[in-house]
């Protein structure tokens, strides 16, 4: 008894909610099965889970990237670093009329030099002028619309950040972000700066 | 002999005047009027947002040293769908292609959306889209000590996208430009506009300093040249030294001639040659008083 309750808890974790959901809408037993019984690490487990599945909830199931845990983690890992560079380094003006963060956020180690591509995000406004943080991201995973880059970088950043010598109040951006920068990585334009603007 | 020998020098003085008098109509009648810089598209895509391109100002900015110009871009769609927003970009920069793109989501430029009625009373959606001060160059350029042979290219790749809610076109292109017009606005340039026959779409515009002054350049060069021989070959050796004096000077009124004050470079390739011919003139003079034999 013990052994059944222990692997359907396992089970409840592994599945991602979307299947739980449309398990649940075509009526799919609620119990384990014995396939569903095998251990996450077992290979297999999912796979035998969608051929239960009717065709139109496999198709579902075939969209949702098996690794989509893992790339919500790393976003938030992305976000994070950038909450953490904005809160502790130091905001340069350039040309007079923009800031930046006197250094890049990278997670990119484990891509090549020539893999990555640096983004400039502006994270907010400090003296009415754009603040921006560069994050070195994989070329071929840069985001490509506004919603890709607020999920990937974070959308709302605000509070006392650091300029040279002194400290000031950083405000969120209010409206939404555009791509105004581009640059092409093999044959395709990659957005290389995304910048808030005001509805 | 010697009677024969002015005979020829005085034919080669006048056919080099009359040469010089048919130069000047030359670029009075084909140089001062130059066609208008127009270009048509490649003209096949079939993107449901067509239209025209001008660049209404053209000019070299001494100060930036860059060529900046004003944009008007017309464009018109193919239904009465309305033109929400543009983004548009000139020219690509850099080895990375990058670009930087105008957007009217960001009112980088003004933008005007009205209707346009063609033929059968039918209306369509039209936009101008107007940028004031755009510079076409990012690299800062060091040409003017060539003056007045110095000139300025600048290759302009222009693409425009209309509706796009993220900005910039990185997917796909939905306006094309049939037309593509250059105005230059600097009185000192010509300008030379042509299609690149590598890439589609993508036009060389050079500006160049006018004829005229080029070729007052060479002139005053050979003139001074010749001046510099008679003067050292046939002057008295007394007064060699006023009048080397007065040479120099006039040397340096034909450069303020040459060289307008809006040119504030220094030294330029006008400078080099009258400084080199002083210095060959002063060489000269100075052999010619104090020769070897003497003490």
Partial sequence: MKSILLVTAVWFLSVPPALAVAQATTGAPASASPAQKKSKSQPGATDELKSRLPAENQDKAKAFPKNAGTKAKSNKQMEEAIRTAVGTDEFVLQSGNEYKLDKSVNLTEKFSVKDHIAVDYQVGSIDQKPAFVTVLVDSKHAPKEPEDAEKLFGAKLDGPVHLTGMQTTMSACVGSRICVETEKVDGQDVCVKWKCISK | ?295
């Avoid at chain 2, 193919?78 to 009112?107: C, M, N, V, Y």
């Avoid at chain 2, 060539?146 to 292109?173: K, M």
């Fill in chain 2, 1 to 295: 002999m010697k009677w024969n020998g002015r005979l020829q020098m005085k034919k080669l003085i006048v056919a080099a005047l009359c040469v010089t008098i048919l130069l000047f109509i030359y670029d009075f009648v084909v140089k001062e009027f130059p066609s208008p810089l127009m270009m048509n598209g490649p003209g096949t895509s079939q993107n449901p947002f067509r239209g025209k391109l001008q660049l209404s100002s053209v000019k070299y900015d001494l100060p930036s040293h860059r060529i900046k110009t004003d944009i008007r871009l017309e464009l018109t769609a193919a239904s009465d769908a309305p033109i929400k927003s543009l983004s548009f970009s000139p020219l690509e920069l850099g080895d990375h292609q990058g670009r930087t793109w105008l957007l009217s989501a960001a009112r980088d430029c003004k933008m005007e959306t009205f209707d346009k009625s063609t033929g059968g009373g039918k209306s369509v959606s039209a936009a101008s889209f107007d940028c004031s001060d755009v510079m076409l160059t990012d690299r800062v350029s060091a040409k003017e000590i060539w003056y007045p042979f110095d000139s300025y290219e600048v290759l302009l790749f222009p693409r425009a996208c209309v509706n796009n809610s993220g900005g910039a076109c990185t997917t796909h292109d939905n306006a094309s430009i049939d037309t593509f017009e250059a105005i230059v606005a600097d009185q000192n340039f010509v300008g030379v506009l042509t299609a690149s026959e590598s890439s589609p779409g993508a036009y060389t515009l050079v500006l160049s300093r006018k004829f005229f002054v080029r070729m007052v350049s060479v002139i005053f060069l050979v003139f001074s040249l010749i001046f510099l021989v008679y003067l050292v070959a046939a002057g008295d050796p007394k007064d060699l030294l006023p009048k080397s004096l007065g040479f120099f000077a006039t040397l340096w009124g034909l450069r303020s001639l040459i060289v307008p004050s809006s040119v504030s470079v220094f030294p330029t390739i006008v400078d080099y040659c009258i400084l080199t011919i002083f210095c060959l003139l002063f060489l000269l003079v100075f052999m010619k008083l104090y020769p070897r034999s003497q003490p």
